[in-house]
């Protein structure tokens, strides 16, 4: 088997695993709700911006911090947006865990 076999074969685990099919169930819960799918656009649009000033080397807007903050907040009291994140916490988990075994097998960590 090839390696892009491999990463297919990979990818399609994944896609099978529960955890991935409750991310994709809640999340399409969440873009049905016009309300909870434009404040996790904003949230998100936020993130980026923060991450980019980050990258960039940019001392971070601690008034842009905290309204990323507030949001963030506001939308972990919401059912919906916390069970989201929760599920988008544990596919994260499983693509990190994924890539450091790959780094540790190849011995680049």
């Given at each position: 088997?090839?390696?892009?076999?491999?990463?297919?074969?990979?990818?399609?685990?994944?896609?099978?695993?529960?955890?991935?099919?409750?991310?994709?169930?809640?999340?399409?819960?969440?873009?049905?709700?016009?309300?909870?799918?434009?404040?996790?656009?904003?949230?998100?649009?936020?993130?980026?911006?923060?991450?980019?000033?980050?990258?960039?080397?940019e001392t971070l807007d601690q008034?842009?911090?905290?309204?990323?903050?507030?949001?963030?907040?506001?939308?972990?009291?919401?059912?919906?947006?916390?069970?989201?994140?929760?599920?988008?916490?544990?596919?994260?988990?499983?693509?990190?865990?994924?890539?450091?075994?790959?780094?540790?097998?190849?011995?680049?960590?």
């Open positions: 088997m090839n390696v892009y076999d491999s990463a297919h074969a990979l990818a399609r685990a994944i896609k099978d695993s529960e955890e991935y099919k409750s991310y994709k169930a809640i999340s399409e819960e969440v873009k049905s709700n016009e309300h909870l799918s434009s404040m996790l656009q904003d949230f998100q649009t936020k993130q980026i911006m923060l991450q980019k000033s980050q990258i960039m080397g008034d842009q911090v905290d309204k990323a903050q507030e949001l963030y907040d506001i939308m972990m009291k919401d059912p919906k947006m916390a069970e989201y994140f929760a599920a988008e916490m544990k596919i994260s988990q499983i693509l990190g865990d994924v890539s450091k075994i790959i780094g540790d097998a190849m011995e680049l960590n």
